[in-house]
């Protein structure tokens, strides 16, 4: 007990005492008073005080393992001999616990369907509560699953040309296991790939962030800004008069029909809408605005509009790009210099968030890795969040930290 609690205590038997020595009752053991005689009022507030006094210094903690190789839910979670298995399940008994509790994970890879929730988790400055790896054992926080999982199909090669003659050295494609999520980022060998698309950049090189990955209109480009009315996007190969000269759509052979275009409509506005029509070979496509899009203006000739395509399987042309069928469940992909993806490891990400926590104070993480998801914090007060000492392997994760 502290010695906070026994000041508190004290006082409260010296009332109780005071009041029946005026009455002239007999004397008797400050500990029999406070059983016998104490008022309903005192007997809450002092509930409450020994509520809150199990978060104060010198509470009990408690250290908590979680295994995801060896551990099981059923498990008390209280030793290294008998883990939980998963960290919700860890999470949730550490918020039963008192302030200063930990979870500790055993060496390993962990995945979970949904994410792992945290809410209201409020430990002190004193005693936060901890998710750490055990004695800094490599663990990693995945939102990916492996496309191989369960001892799935294999990557096959086909040496066809895809229409227009995209991947016209060929490519690998797999189907995805039954159940397994639609993916929307993809890691070959840890390293992420790009979406297939035109014109090609790549994350390794960081190309994508150059103006090479983009394409331009010519300025008789039109831009209606109605939902659901046709705009018509000239690229600047092809216009009567020039834009901002980048690569030729035309000169591309893709039938963009179909593709999304990510089209910049306003200095900072960047929006993804279908192609409603193109012509291989030509230089010009159709797409309109969709609902939710912002009004920049009220319509006319925008030129150098930027823009990119994606989403159909003959921007699939380059090292590095992969596609997703969601017809039919295949990954369509070209590796880094060629190689066999039988012999590397994909990791498709299918997870958003690894852990949301919303109203959560005092909760350090440490030495975890995080691969292919994020972590979202939703804090009442970012001042008194305390997390730190993570780590983020993929080039999307990001700390979001009061958003
Ligand atoms: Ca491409």
């Given at each position: 007990m502290s010695e906070t609690t026994c000041s508190s205590g004290f006082l409260l038997r010296r009332r109780t005492l005071r009041r029946h020595h005026l009455k002239g009752l007999p004397r008797l053991p400050a500990s029999s008073l406070l059983l016998v005689r104490l008022p309903s009022f005192l007997a809450v507030l002092l509930a409450t005080l020994l509520h809150a006094l199990s978060?104060?210094?010198?509470a009990d903690t408690a250290t908590y393992y979680v295994s995801s190789?060896?551990?099981?839910?059923?498990?008390?979670?209280?030793?290294l001999g008998a883990p939980f298995l998963s960290l919700q399940k860890c999470v949730d008994a550490i918020k039963a616990d008192v302030a200063g509790s930990e979870c500790q994970l055993r060496e390993g890879e962990y995945y979970s369907d949904n994410s792992v929730f945290v809410e209201r988790l409020e430990g002190t400055a004193a005693q936060p509560y901890v998710i750490q790896a055990y004695q800094k054992e490599t663990v990693k926080i995945v939102g990916t699953r492996d496309v191989?999982?369960?001892g799935g199909s294999a990557w096959t090669w086909t040496t066809a040309n895809l229409?227009?003659?995209?991947?016209g050295a060929g490519h690998w494609s797999i189907e995805l296991p039954a159940g397994f999520p639609d993916p929307w980022q993809l890691f070959v060998d840890g390293e992420v790939y790009m979406?297939?698309?035109?014109p090609n950049g790549r994350w390794d090189d960081k190309?994508?962030?150059?103006?090479?990955?983009w394409a331009f209109s010519a300025t008789e480009t039109s831009y209606v800004d109605t939902v659901g009315a046709t705009s018509t996007v000239w690229d600047s190969c092809c216009g009567t008069s020039a834009g901002v000269?980048?690569?030729?759509l035309q000169a591309?052979?893709?039938?963009?029909?179909?593709a999304h275009v990510i089209i910049n409509?306003?200095?900072w506005i960047t929006y993804p809408a279908p192609v409603l029509s193109h012509t291989r070979g030509t230089g010009s496509f159709t797409f309109s605005k969709q609902d939710g899009w912002a009004s920049v203006q009220t319509g006319g000739t925008v030129g150098a509009m930027k823009y990119y395509l994606e989403?159909?399987?003959?921007?699939?042309?380059?090292?590095?790009e992969w596609f997703y069928d969601k017809a039919t469940r295949r990954i369509h992909l070209i590796t880094k210099n060629g190689?066999?993806?039988?012999t590397m490891r994909v990791q498709a990400r299918v997870?958003?968030?690894a852990i949301r926590s919303t109203k959560?104070?005092?909760l350090t993480l440490k030495n975890l890795q995080f691969f292919g998801t994020t972590v979202w914090f939703g804090a009442m007060n970012q001042n008194s969040d305390n997390v730190k000492g993570i780590r983020m392997?993929?080039?999307?994760s990001c700390l979001a930290l009061n958003s």
């Open positions: 978060n104060l210094p010198g190789t060896a551990g099981a839910d059923t498990n008390d979670g209280l030793s191989t999982e369960g229409a227009g003659g995209g991947a979406n297939a698309r035109w190309s994508v962030f150059t103006r090479s990955a000269t980048g690569e030729s591309a052979g893709i039938d963009a029909t179909g409509i306003g200095s989403n159909k399987l003959e921007l699939l042309d380059a090292a590095m190689a066999n993806p039988n997870q958003e968030y959560t104070k005092y392997d993929s080039l999307e």
